[in-house]
């Protein structure tokens, strides 16, 4: 079977506006949450969320910021700087592939046309709405930029969608169909409406009065998670292509798996989990004992830690590290599974475990060791990195040095 | 008041540049917009939205596929400004 390997990291995020900042920023236990001052938001029952720390806008030119969504914009940015960071590999248009994931998609757009609409007339709506709107969007922006051919696929698993983007990314190369893959996720959706409905689910925490400590996974007085906007992007080479190029690999991308649960439309499941894990460790050819960390999806709700806290048991065990890298971050939606693999590699290659903040104390019903307090050094052959989306969508990306 | 030809000439390439990638010293009134000015369909579109707003008139998304030149473009909304139509 083809190798994959990650040469190329890139993230924009409530952390930081790259990828090593956001790192320091994690291992440091920086909160990316605030309170949401924008009038918008005073009359809204949740008036925290974690917004970009660097604003994207100075990073892009005049028209990609009139031209693209916000997500859309993320997206290409993380792409950028993934790309860079592997070297921009020189590779055949016909093999180099993009896979774009988003949870919302054009967020912003959809709703600021609509406005647009309602206050003035059919004509003055952008033309550009439709290009903004789509949820290929991203994946034709950045397919755009660096002129991919082999293909620009857009999976859509709610928050699963950054990390099946990088299954499909491994699933893409594994086949023979590219050579070099750019694969992330991205979202972009602090406004009202979006705020408002995951509100009226029940799975966003109320502590607007104290948002760094709202974000609180695998804690005994968790209550729901910060939304956050973010992108995160990697570069996916097939090993020998790699190899070739004299590429520096931040890690092997081994193995990973996609399931749904049939179960419920929200309510989490660990029968979908635990086959996604197990999947991803067949796939990887590992065994549960190889595994000595997760990183795990840990939104912060009650019912979804807790599912997720018995899936790892099971399907894992009780021996490798857990890290919560959503108490930092809070929750970007279709970006968190991109933006987790990049914590999942950084962890192995820097072999340091983030700790996650707020966690006074574990009350998942199962023992599992998450990593709290201060970030523990420990060296990590083999990691995989959970996220899950509503639906009923399980991904599981499983990595080694 | 009518505004001058090149009072409205200046205000139609300050908003073509804003709004697509020619620059306002490009914007002369014998340039062809799509065959001199490169603009595409929805650059175009944008542009007539554009238009709308900063001069306050309105235009049919007819008037504005069948402009031609940065003159027709001027002619235009010399004519809907004339005629005291406002945008909403």
Redesign the interface.
């Known amino acids: 079977m083809r190798s994959v390997v990650v040469t190329g990291l890139g993230a924009t995020t409530p952390l930081g506006g790259d990828v090593p900042s956001t790192w320091s920023a994690l291992l440091a236990g920086e909160s990316g949450a605030a309170a949401l001052t924008a009038e918008w938001a005073q009359r809204l029952p949740v008036r925290i969320g974690a917004p970009l720390r660097k604003e994207c806008a100075g990073a892009l030119g005049?028209?990609e910021a009139?031209r693209l969504d916000r997500s859309q914009q993320i997206a290409l940015l993380a792409a950028r700087e993934a790309w860079h960071d592997a070297g921009s590999p020189q590779v055949e248009p016909q093999r180099l592939a993009v896979v774009f994931g988003t949870g919302l998609g054009g967020v912003h757009t959809t709703i600021d046309q609509h406005t647009r609409l309602e206050?003035?007339?059919p004509?003055?709506?952008?033309?550009?709405t439709i290009p903004m709107i789509m949820p290929n969007g991203a994946a034709a922006v950045v397919s755009l930029e660096l002129g991919a051919r082999g293909g620009a696929h857009a999976p859509m698993s709610a928050c699963a969608s950054g990390a099946e983007a990088i299954a499909t990314g491994l699933a893409l190369i594994r086949s023979g169909r590219a050579d070099v893959v750019v694969a992330g996720g991205t979202d972009a959706c602090l406004h009202p409406l979006p705020l408002a409905a995951f509100t009226k689910m029940g799975t966003l925490s109320t502590r607007n009065d104290s948002p760094e400590t709202a974000s609180r996974p695998f804690d005994r007085d968790r209550d729901g998670f910060v939304m956050g906007e973010g992108a995160g992007a990697v570069v996916l080479e097939r090993g020998e292509f790699a190899a070739s190029r004299n590429a520096r690999a931040h890690a092997v991308l081994a193995g990973a798996d996609v399931t749904s649960d049939a179960h419920h439309m929200t309510t989490p499941n660990s029968d979908g989990q635990i086959r996604a894990i197990r999947g991803a460790l067949m796939s990887a050819d590992l065994t549960a004992a190889e595994v000595s960390h997760v990183n795990a999806h840990a939104t912060g709700t009650r019912l979804g830690d807790e599912t997720e806290a018995r899936s790892i048991a099971e399907a894992v065990g009780s021996h490798p590290s857990v890290a919560a890298t959503k108490a930092q971050t809070s929750h970007l939606i279709g970006g968190a599974g991109a933006v987790e693999a990049i914590f999942t590699i950084l962890t192995m290659r820097e072999s340091v475990i983030p700790a996650s903040r707020n966690l006074d104390q574990v009350d998942v019903g199962v023992p599992i060791d998450v990593v709290s307090g201060e970030p523990r050094a420990a060296s990590v052959e083999a990691a995989i990195s959970n996220s899950f989306g509503f639906g009923g969508h399980s991904v599981v990306l499983a990595f080694t040095q | 008041m009518t505004e001058s030809r090149d009072d409205i000439l200046a205000s139609v390439a300050r908003t073509m540049a804003e709004?697509?990638?020619v620059s306002e010293a490009d914007v002369r009134l014998d340039k062809h917009l799509i065959d001199d000015l490169e603009l595409d369909?929805?650059s175009l579109?944008?542009f007539g939205?554009a238009l709308?707003?900063r001069f306050g008139i309105?235009?049919?998304?007819e008037q504005v596929a069948e402009l031609q030149t940065v003159s027709d473009v001027v002619d235009v909304v010399r004519a809907a400004r004339d005629q005291g139509v406002t945008?909403?």
């Open positions: 005049r028209l009139r206050n003035h007339r004509g003055m709506v952008s033309p550009f | 709004v697509t990638d369909s929805l579109a944008e939205v709308q707003e309105e235009l049919s998304d945008a909403g």
